[in-house]
């Protein structure tokens, strides 16, 4: 993927690998560059390109960008599974197939769709998928499905803040951001369908028995007073509706990759840590293509290197698998050649920096400690001053 002058973007080169975290600060354009990553995941968005019109620019309204086109942007997107080419020069979007014209690529295009909507509607449980109302119903999710990957926006722990009242909010048509409530729409189907899903490395359960919530310590039946979603702590409702989500998407086949923004929000830093490696072993052990992290931790980098060092100990020293497993867990690795961590810095000379090490495949040590670092030398500093008061005293 490249964008450049697009928005705050300036110039972005990137390796959209299995697992991609974007660290920087507020107003870096992480969340316009997984935004626009998750557009050019979007098969509707292909045929609106090879249509023409103002629809080519719908979803970028939806995401709230429209307004970052500049004279100078431009956007180029490969998708290698099935070599699409989309590119946005000189105001104008292109999307390329080799050997297929406009005409063959709308109709491969069109029947993925198709194919894709009518799997997901019998996942649902929908035995008439022409029936009359079947847009108003499932409108928004079957847009959402032709995309296959689902944006997780930072203020998902609205989900579990308006956990019983979703439905209501969603019939009510109040203004929220778009990709908000297509999250809030997989979270309402997720509940259904889980029924009772527990989280190991939190150790709770969540239940929806008879129309009620239900959260509670421990596994399977109540261990302790169950408490409502919206009685738990904030972390609880930002991690909760967002691993259902994503089981219940794996499971019915609806998307296989998935944009989280800050995973790190509302966990203490070694809750972050159970979340990377349960977020890694969800990979392992499903047909997820990928996540896309955008971050401000560094202990979600700090975590991933470890992670990626224990997958480099086991892919090149197999006799080392179960040492390894021992001190990170079975499924909580990931190789480094599937991971790709950039730093985006509006300040900097280089705005895109790629993080990792090309000789170890590792995130750079001094990269890590990089904020650490500045917090010691103010220490110091002030230390010093303090040293020098109690001299004279």
Same mark, same amino acid.
């Given at each position: 993927? !490249?964008?450049?002058?697009?928005?705050?973007?300036?110039?972005?080169?990137?390796? &959209?690998?299995?697992?991609?975290?974007f !660290?920087?600060?507020?107003?870096?354009?992480?969340?316009?560059?997984?935004?626009?990553?998750?557009?050019?995941?979007?098969?509707?968005?292909?045929?609106?390109?090879?249509?023409?019109?103002?629809?080519?620019?719908?979803?970028?309204?939806?995401?709230?960008?429209d307004?970052?086109?500049?004279?100078?942007?431009?956007?180029?997107?490969?998708?290698?599974?099935?070599?699409?080419?989309?590119?946005?020069?000189?105001?104008?979007?292109?999307?390329? $197939?080799?050997?297929?014209?406009?005409d063959?690529?709308?109709?491969?295009?069109?029947?993925? $769709? &198709?194919?894709?909507?009518?799997?997901?509607?019998?996942?649902?449980?929908?035995?008439? &998928?022409?029936?009359?109302?079947?847009?108003?119903?499932?409108?928004?999710?079957?847009?959402?499905?032709?995309?296959?990957?689902?944006y !997780?926006?930072?203020?998902?722990?609205?989900?579990?803040?308006?956990?019983?009242?979703?439905?209501?909010?969603?019939?009510?048509?109040?203004?929220?951001?778009?990709?908000?409530?297509?999250?809030?729409?997989?979270?309402?189907?997720?509940?259904?369908?889980?029924?009772?899903?527990?989280?190991?490395?939190?150790?709770?359960?969540?239940?929806? %028995?008879?129309?009620?919530? %239900?959260?509670?310590?421990?596994?399977?039946?109540?261990?302790h007073?169950?408490?409502?979603?919206?009685?738990?702590?904030?972390?609880?409702?930002?991690?909760?509706p967002?691993?259902?989500? $994503?089981?219940?998407?794996?499971?019915?086949?609806?998307?296989?990759?998935?944009? $989280?923004?800050?995973?790190?929000?509302?966990?203490?830093?070694?809750?972050?840590?159970?979340?990377l490696?349960?977020?890694?072993? &969800?990979?392992?052990?499903?047909?997820?293509?990928?996540?896309?992290?955008?971050?401000?931790?560094?202990?979600?980098?700090?975590?991933?290197?470890?992670?990626?060092?224990?997958?480099?100990?086991?892919?090149?020293h197999?006799?080392?698998?179960?040492?390894? !497993?021992?001190?990170?867990?079975?499924?909580?690795?990931?190789?480094?050649?599937?991971?790709?961590?950039?730093?985006?810095?509006t300040?900097?000379?280089?705005?895109c920096?790629?993080?990792?090490?090309?000789?170890?495949?590792?995130?750079?040590?001094?990269?890590?400690?990089?904020?650490?670092?500045?917090?010691?030398e103010?220490?110091?500093?002030?230390?010093?001053?303090?040293?020098?008061?109690?001299?004279?005293?």
């Amino acid at each position: 993927m !490249i964008i450049r002058n697009f928005g705050p973007v300036k110039d972005l080169e990137a390796d &959209i690998k299995t697992f991609t975290i974007f !660290i920087g600060s507020q107003g870096s354009g992480k969340s316009t560059v997984s935004k626009v990553l998750t557009i050019c995941r979007d098969l509707n968005w292909y045929i609106q390109i090879l249509q023409g019109g103002a629809g080519m620019l719908e979803p970028f309204r939806k995401f709230c960008l429209d307004e970052f086109f500049q004279d100078e942007t431009y956007i180029y997107y490969f998708r290698p599974q099935d070599d699409v080419e989309v590119e946005y020069k000189e105001g104008i979007f292109h999307l390329r $197939i080799d050997g297929m014209s406009s005409d063959e690529a709308r109709g491969f295009f069109s029947k993925q $769709i &198709i194919e894709a909507n009518k799997d997901f509607l019998v996942q649902l449980g929908v035995t008439d &998928i022409n029936q009359p109302d079947i847009e108003e119903k499932y409108g928004r999710l079957l847009q959402a499905n032709a995309r296959t990957m689902l944006y !997780i926006p930072a203020e998902r722990s609205l989900a579990g803040m308006l956990s019983t009242s979703l439905a209501s909010v969603m019939a009510a048509k109040i203004p929220l951001y778009d990709a908000l409530l297509e999250y809030m729409s997989v979270f309402e189907k997720a509940k259904s369908a889980l029924k009772e899903y527990y989280v190991p490395f939190l150790d709770v359960t969540y239940a929806l %028995k008879e129309g009620v919530e %239900k959260v509670w310590l421990g596994k399977g039946e109540e261990k302790h007073e169950p408490l409502s979603m919206q009685s738990c702590s904030s972390g609880l409702q930002s991690v909760l509706p967002l691993l259902m989500s $994503i089981d219940y998407s794996l499971k019915s086949k609806y998307f296989n990759t998935f944009v $989280i923004e800050e995973p790190e929000q509302n966990l203490f830093p070694s809750n972050q840590r159970e979340l990377l490696a349960h977020l890694v072993s &969800i990979y392992n052990l499903s047909e997820t293509y990928g996540m896309v992290l955008t971050t401000h931790s560094p202990y979600i980098l700090s975590c991933m290197n470890v992670l990626m060092l224990a997958g480099k100990l086991i892919i090149g020293h197999p006799e080392l698998r179960q040492e390894v !497993i021992d001190i990170v867990g079975q499924y909580h690795y990931v190789s480094p050649q599937q991971v790709a961590v950039y730093k985006l810095d509006t300040l900097a000379a280089k705005y895109c920096e790629d993080m990792k090490n090309p000789k170890t495949g590792l995130i750079g040590i001094n990269s890590l400690d990089a904020v650490s670092e500045y917090i010691g030398e103010d220490y110091d500093r002030l230390f010093e001053i303090y040293r020098k008061q109690l001299l004279k005293k």
